[in-house]
């Protein structure tokens, strides 16, 4: 049976996630790669995108952490298929990790699609974390 936690600590938990993105010299960065996605924190694959949070990354945790604007990226560096992502802090830490699908799949970030070519604009619409069983 999977763990579950009670309201307040889903929501501590988000709201640290929240409080690692905020504040610094720079705004944290989404990073969407493509390849096998490493252990929590591992080395990297290939950068097909990264997104500027704004100032102010998140909106206030309560069973959700909904991001507040995201500013895309003009030129993808890579051309490759999107299937995991990073949050990093403003100094460039690791955050968290997470999957990324098509509208529709099941990963954590949903593109519109997950061919992403050199050169080309990515936008991010909306990007929602769920506490573990809310």
């Given at each position: 049976?999977?763990?579950?936690?009670?309201?307040t600590i889903r929501t501590n938990?988000?709201?640290?996630?929240?409080?690692?993105?905020s504040g610094g010299s720079?705004?944290?960065k989404l990073r969407i790669y493509s390849g096998t996605r490493?252990?929590?924190?591992?080395t990297v694959t290939t950068l097909l995108a990264e997104l500027t949070f704004s100032t102010?990354?998140?909106?206030?945790?309560s069973q959700t952490l909904t991001a507040?604007?995201?500013t895309g990226t003009t030129s993808a560096p890579a051309t490759g298929t999107a299937t995991w992502g990073r949050v990093v802090?403003?100094?460039t830490t690791?955050?968290?990790?997470?999957?990324?699908?098509s509208t529709g799949g099941s990963g954590d970030l949903k593109l519109s699609s997950v061919a992403i070519s050199s050169g080309q604009s990515v936008d991010c619409s909306s990007f929602v974390i769920t506490a573990g069983n809310a």
């Open positions: 049976m999977a763990l579950s936690y009670s309201t938990r988000l709201t640290q996630v929240s409080n690692a993105t720079t705004a944290a490493p252990a929590t924190g591992g102010t990354p998140f909106s206030n945790a507040n604007t995201i802090d403003s100094s690791f955050v968290m990790d997470f999957d990324v699908s």
